[in-house]
């Protein structure tokens, strides 16, 4: 397996025996396919980081992420949205298939 990229909480791999990807969050390793690994990049990016901080909104600050069809459950807190957010763009960052983010916005 290759390590594509790793942050404080997550790290996302590469196999390429296999032809899948693998999220590791620390409690549970998560086997997906680059199907299932868009579908997670669009809900995490999706995700609004402003309703973190506004109590009407997220009175707790927690995030439930449901992936690969409701086979795993997650809940996260604000810092592991983040974390998970950084992986999601970098790690399409350094496969080669995202434009830095500076790029898109201009």
């Known amino acids: 397996m290759n390590t594509i990229y790793r942050t404080t909480y997550y790290t996302l791999y590469q196999a390429t025996s296999d032809r899948c990807f693998y999220i590791d969050f620390?409690?549970?390793v998560?086997?997906?396919s680059f199907c299932q690994l868009?579908?997670?990049r669009h809900k995490?990016?999706?995700i609004s980081i402003e309703?973190?901080?506004d109590s009407e909104m997220n009175k707790h600050g927690l995030?439930?992420?449901q992936l690969c069809n409701k086979k795993h459950l997650f809940v996260l807190n604000t810092l592991e949205i983040l974390d998970l957010k950084e992986l999601m763009e970098q790690g399409f960052l350094h496969?080669?298939?995202s434009a830095t983010p500076g790029v898109l916005s201009a």
Request: hydrophobic share 55%.
């Open 63 to 65: 995030e439930v992420l």
């Open 44 to 46: 995490v990016l999706s």
């Open 51 to 53: 309703d973190h901080f």
């Open 26 to 28: 620390g409690q549970k």
């Open 38 to 40: 868009l579908a997670i």
């Open 95 to 97: 496969m080669g298939l």
């Open 30 to 32: 998560v086997r997906i």
